[in-house]
């Protein structure tokens, strides 16, 4: 069973950083894909950052040119760089991983981050 352990969050002013790291274990092979969301009030996750097995990454049009995922494959850990933070990143931020098609995602146990103007 796949155990995700989460760090990093919490708060910070506008304009301040962040870095959110994720570490996956109990699994032998690599993921096919490896990210973060975020979950508002209303529950709903969207999408931060992922990356594939073969290293494609996409980020969330908010996150394009202030956050940068980056993954140690050896280590099974990914890390969200979040650079000039908003009041709007606020949430509860999830690491989110899957081994393959033919079983579902794992998700860690949430981490808060908080921006104040």
């Known amino acids: 069973q796949v155990q995700l352990v989460e760090s990093g969050g919490g708060s910070v002013l506008a304009g301040e950083s962040l870095r959110l790291s994720c570490t996956a274990s109990?699994?032998?092979?690599?993921?096919?894909?490896m990210g973060w969301y975020r979950q508002a009030p209303d529950n709903r996750r969207t999408l931060v950052a992922s990356i594939t097995r073969n290293g494609a990454i996409n980020y969330a049009a908010s996150a394009k040119g202030r956050f940068t995922l980056s993954r140690d494959s050896a280590k099974k850990t990914i890390d969200l760089e979040m650079n000039n933070l908003q009041p709007e990143d606020t949430d509860v931020y999830y690491c989110f991983v899957r081994a393959s098609l033919a079983v579902d995602g794992s998700w860690g146990q949430g981490t808060q981050v908080t921006v104040s103007s």
């Open positions: 109990g699994s032998d092979s690599s993921f096919i894909i």
